[in-house]
């Protein structure tokens, strides 16, 4: 492919395309059914088509596209299933994978970053990607000291991209903010695309990442590759093998989902207290199992700085919703900004709300699956129902945004796994404030 296009219009048009895209093919699916053709074949060939053609623009278009794909890809599993099959594997492909730019432009990148004789810092450089993503693509190499390298290039022309799709998206967003009550959409919105600026600075992202890997070091559960070089859009880190999340999740063993499970909890609650930072890309293209066991984290352009760890509100406000302490649960979340102060909830309707993300904390394993999800998402989205209602009116602090991207991405990606995994425990003994107490 060549350099993804950065001209906003050209950008939006990409995007219209899908859209239209469908409602053609499906103009000529009524002529093939009229044709005589199985009704049943025609729609599956249709929603493919459909499915294909969604990987290739958002792979080509990179940025904030890309990303939405991304978010799309964990949180499939909360689809229901007639309209989340189709698209599976699609949307699967682009939490590690799409269309890669030419060697030319690899070249070119490497040259700008580490010298026009850049071919001397590496034994070897595969010019073929084994992974793409929103804003850069991974190359296998071997560095000057016989290290097995993965070497991150950033996509000319994808931090501009990221950043006004995002923008784009803010100003649009921005305009439904007089009538949803719950949200206070201005800071949430800044927020997020300073986020999205910071995921483009390579350097940034390489103090991270020596940052977590001095942390972890020599941890039993958790591999992070050293740092090797970095310039302003090249990273190089130590390679590590193992089994992508995303192989685990179409055919891994039962044994490779439990571990697995557990282990990308595990690490999500342990990272604040740690590195006092959170990884906050929860797509299961930045993990791995080990052939160790352990598990292999990567990627660390998004991270929230957390000096204190995980807020203690949050093991304290799940305590207390474990107890059904529904008046509790509704002060506290009022004083964190999750309710703001000219909106009414009702106590009970909001524990009702949260009550099936405390289950996995009331028996000591607990199975994450899609039909879990999809059970309680279906409530969520039901503009008829109390669920939908009490949603609508909460707010999301720009503080806790980074988190509840991890958290709810995790939890996507922990139905997707399908793995059992002893929750409580793990959030009793990271989180902090959490006072689980014995089970009865």
């Known amino acids: 492919m060549s350099e993804p296009p950065r001209r906003a219009f050209t950008r ?40 294909e053609q969604l990987f290739t623009v958002l792979g080509e278009l990179k940025g904030g596209a890309m990303k939405v794909g991304q978010a799309m890809s964990i949180f499939e599993a909360a689809m229901p299933e007639d309209l989340a099959a189709p698209y599976r594997a ?39 990607p084994v992974a793409s993503a929103s804003i850069g693509q991974v190359h296998r190499a ?15 022309g994808a931090g501009p991209a990221l950043v006004g799709d995002f923008r784009r998206l803010a100003r649009v967003t921005r305009l439904s903010a007089s009538w949803i009550p719950g ?14 600026e910071e995921e483009l600075d390579y350097e940034r992202e390489a103090a991270s990442q020596k940052t977590f890997a001095e942390a972890f070091s020599g941890d039993p559960d958790v591999a992070i590759p050293a740092v090797v070089h970095h ?24 044994e490779q989902r439990d571990l697995a499970a557990t282990r990308y909890l595990e690490f999500h609650v342990a ?106 998402a279906e409530r969520y989205r039901d503009p008829r129902s109390v669920d939908f209602r009490t949603g609508l009116r909460l707010n999301l602090p720009p503080e806790y945004m980074m988190i509840q991207r991890v958290w709810a991405g995790g939890i996507g990606v922990l139905c997707q796994i399908d793995g059992v995994v002893p929750a409580r425990a793990v959030l009793a003994e990271g989180l902090p404030g959490a006072e689980f107490g014995p089970l009865p």
């Open 12 to 51: 939006t048009a990409r995007l219209a395309a899908l859209p239209l895209g469908i409602a053609g093919r499906a103009a000529v699916g009524a002529g093939r059914r009229l044709s005589g053709t199985p009704a049943e074949d025609v729609a599956l060939a249709l929603q493919n088509q459909a499915a």
């Open 90 to 128: 699609a949307l699967t492909r682009l939490q590690d994978a799409a269309p890669p730019m030419p060697a030319e432009t690899v070249h070119r990148v490497l040259g700008e970053n580490l010298g026009p004789r850049w071919r001397t810092k590496f034994h070897e450089f595969d010019d073929t």
């Open 142 to 156: 071997v560095w000057k000291d016989d290290r097995v390298v993965a070497v991150k290039v950033q996509y000319p």
């Open 183 to 196: 949200p206070d959409l201005g800071p949430l919105l800044d927020e997020l695309v300073s986020r999205v």
């Open 231 to 254: 310039g302003p859009t090249v990273l190089v880190t130590e390679w590590l093998d193992g089994v992508p999340l995303s192989r685990i999740i179409t055919d891994g063993t039962p």
């Open 271 to 376: 990272g604040p207290a740690r590195a006092r930072l959170l990884h906050a890309d929860p797509h299961p293209g930045n993990f791995r199992l080990l052939p160790d066991g352990r598990l292999g984290v990567m990627d660390f352009g998004a991270v929230d700085r957390l000096p204190d760890g995980l807020p203690r509100a949050i093991g304290r406000l799940l305590t207390r919703a474990l107890l059904d302490d529904a008046q509790t649960v509704l002060d506290g979340l009022r004083e964190e900004g999750f309710i703001r102060p000219h909106v009414d909830v009702d106590a009970d309707d909001l524990l009702d709300l949260i009550d099936p993300f405390i289950d996995p904390l009331r028996v000591p394993e607990y199975r994450f699956s899609r039909d879990w999800l999809r059970t309680h």
